[in-house]
């Protein structure tokens, strides 16, 4: 059972640049999360979505868009990339919002 | 407001229980406490959650108080291996949007 899996591990991007960052589960989760984190904060949530063709935003969206075509897909896609958006991204899935399993983090840097 | 306060930093020494308080004093009657622990270099990890009585399982014990204003997170022996970041959640409802605070980083001493 893989849980959630998330890819690239390490990118680093040239400002103006744009990738996207995957994310899958294969646990059937409705609820999946994208968070990040900056150096020795807490996470901020960017988008969540509680099911396929549902997103919504959280704390700090800005700059990032979401979809859910799948159940098990929540992919991140950075349009234009900014030293601003250095950080630690991490994914979630949880059925209906109770123990939420984390993938192991996509380590950003954008030069 | 999904604010929750807790301490900066706690220390406990190895095999001793732990208490790591959370305060939640806008709670609403369905909103869940969660939480979550973070090691270093990891992906946070579910520790517990509750709505309304003391809860257990293998990794902890969560105490919530009658007026659900705050709770308590008890590590009954703690090791080394428990040093983490400590974040409680207060899950609104419709438990859709899990937000983190800053927790508390445990440090755990021989």
């Known amino acids: 059972n893989a849980g959630v899996t998330q890819t690239p591990k390490f990118r680093i991007l040239k400002i103006g640049q744009s990738m996207t960052l995957q994310c899958t589960q294969d646990?059937?989760?409705?609820?999946m999360y994208w968070y990040r984190q900056d150096p020795g904060m807490g996470l901020k949530l960017i988008y969540y979505?509680?099911?396929?063709?549902?997103?919504d935003k959280g704390e700090v969206p800005n700059g990032y868009n979401v979809s859910r075509s799948t159940t098990e897909d929540f992919p991140l896609r950075l349009e234009l990339a900014a030293p601003s958006q250095t950080s630690v991204y991490f994914c979630?899935?949880?059925?209906?919002?109770?123990?939420?399993?984390f993938g192991q983090g996509t380590r950003l840097t954008v030069v | 407001d999904a604010k929750t306060t807790q301490p900066n930093s706690m220390e406990s020494n190895e095999e001793e229980p732990v208490h790591l308080p959370c305060n939640h004093s806008?709670?609403?009657?369905?909103?869940?406490i969660h939480w979550y622990r973070q090691l270093p270099s990891q992906g946070p990890e579910y520790v517990i959650h509750?709505?309304?009585s003391n809860v257990n399982n293998r990794m902890a014990s969560l105490a919530i108080a009658e007026d659900r204003k705050s709770s308590t997170l008890i590590l009954h022996r703690a090791t080394l291996r428990d040093a983490a970041v400590y974040y409680c959640?207060?899950?609104?409802?419709?438990?859709?949007?899990?937000?983190f605070g800053t927790g508390t980083r445990l440090q755990v001493t021989l």
């Open positions: 979630a899935s949880s059925y209906l919002g109770g123990e939420a399993f």
């Open positions: 646990m059937n989760h409705n609820y």
């Open positions: 979505s509680v099911g396929a063709g549902i997103t």
């Open positions: 806008t709670i609403s009657g369905t909103d869940y």
């Open positions: 509750g709505l309304t």
């Open positions: 959640i207060r899950d609104l409802g419709t438990a859709s949007k899990l937000t």
